[in-house]
């Protein structure tokens, strides 16, 4: 991926931690490896993220022979108490990410080529 095509302004909408509990709901069987690949992050990064999440209940895992399958609970709640009231699952509708499903809306903006 070439770095001028990513902006790099200081700051983020989402956490690594909300990139990468998306990318699980979009698909609960899928590797660390890809989901690295698909937050930019390393799988060393994503490893601890999964941890951080088990820990605190937004994520659980079962093992599937040699890969994982990850469950988000429902009803969790967002962390913070300034987003007290919409669910984890609030969150990930906003994404247009639907546990054990594809993202509704998985494709390139408008303005940006594909590639």
């Known amino acids: ?3 001028a095509e990513l902006p ?3 700051w983020t909408f989402l956490t690594n931690h909300a990139r990468v509990l998306a990318a ?3 698909d609960p069987g899928v590797r ?3 989901i690295a690949a698909r937050c930019l992050l390393t799988e060393r990064a994503v490893q601890k993220i999964i941890a951080d999440l088990e820990a605190d209940g937004y994520l659980t ?3 599937n022979g040699r890969s994982n399958r990850y469950q988000i609970p429902e009803g969790t709640v967002l962390r913070h108490p300034a987003d007290a009231g919409p669910t984890v699952a609030d969150l990930l ?3 247009s990410v639907h546990q ?3 993202a509704v809306r998985d494709e390139q903006p ?3 080529p594909a590639g």
Do not use: E, K, Y
Request: hydrophobic share 25%; proline share 4%; aromatic share 0%.
């Open 1 to 3: 991926m070439d770095d």
């Open 8 to 10: 790099r302004t200081g």
């Open 24 to 26: 699980i709901a979009r």
């Open 32 to 34: 660390v490896r890809d």
């Open 61 to 63: 895992h079962t093992r």
């Open 93 to 95: 509708s906003l994404l």
């Open 100 to 102: 054990g499903g594809n």
């Open 110 to 112: 408008p303005d940006r």
